[in-house]
């Protein structure tokens, strides 16, 4: 059984008046992420932990933002096109779990839907996936709401092909 597992991190700036996605869901507050995506630092580090587990470099690789074919990307098509990459090497998934680190808003009202996004785009069962949310207790960019980010660890299975 080839068992592969993978991190991920992501990082974005906030800034007043845009919109804030998560988790392929947009949730209210007054700042947003800056990006060349829509920002979703939830499914860019999914993204990079499944690519590193399959040895498939990373979303910059794949998905550059220098490149006008991802300005202003909806993430889960990223996620969508992450996974079909994984799959040609004949990867699964097991498990996704995931930490959004940010000061406000509280978001845990809204996990049971981003885990729910997360699985129809996938074709996953809700159960593999886990989302957490978590402050730096005032600490550091988060902590001043200058920024949020994003850690995913997937566990990832050879099928037989």
């Known amino acids: 059984m080839d068992l592969r597992i993978g991190h991920g991190f992501d990082v974005h700036r906030l800034e007043d008046g845009l919109k804030l996605t998560l988790g392929g869901i947009i949730v209210p507050h007054t700042k947003g992420c800056f990006a060349h995506s829509d920002g979703d630092v939830l499914i860019h580090a999914i993204c990079d932990a499944l690519l590193g587990a399959a040895a498939m470099r990373d979303i910059g690789f794949h998905f550059p933002d220098t490149s006008n074919e991802f300005k202003n990307i909806d993430s889960k098509i ?84």
Do not use: W
């Open 78 to 161: 990223l996620l969508k096109r992450t996974y079909e990459l994984i799959k040609t090497k004949n990867y699964k998934i097991v498990n996704i779990d995931s930490t959004i680190c940010l000061q406000r808003p509280k978001i845990q009202q809204y996990i049971p839907q981003m885990i729910q996004i997360l699985s129809e785009t996938l074709h996953e069962d809700s159960e593999k996936i886990s989302i957490k949310a978590t402050t730096t207790e005032k600490l550091g960019f988060v902590g001043n709401e200058e920024g949020i980010s994003a850690h995913a660890v997937v566990l990832i299975q050879k099928t037989i092909k």
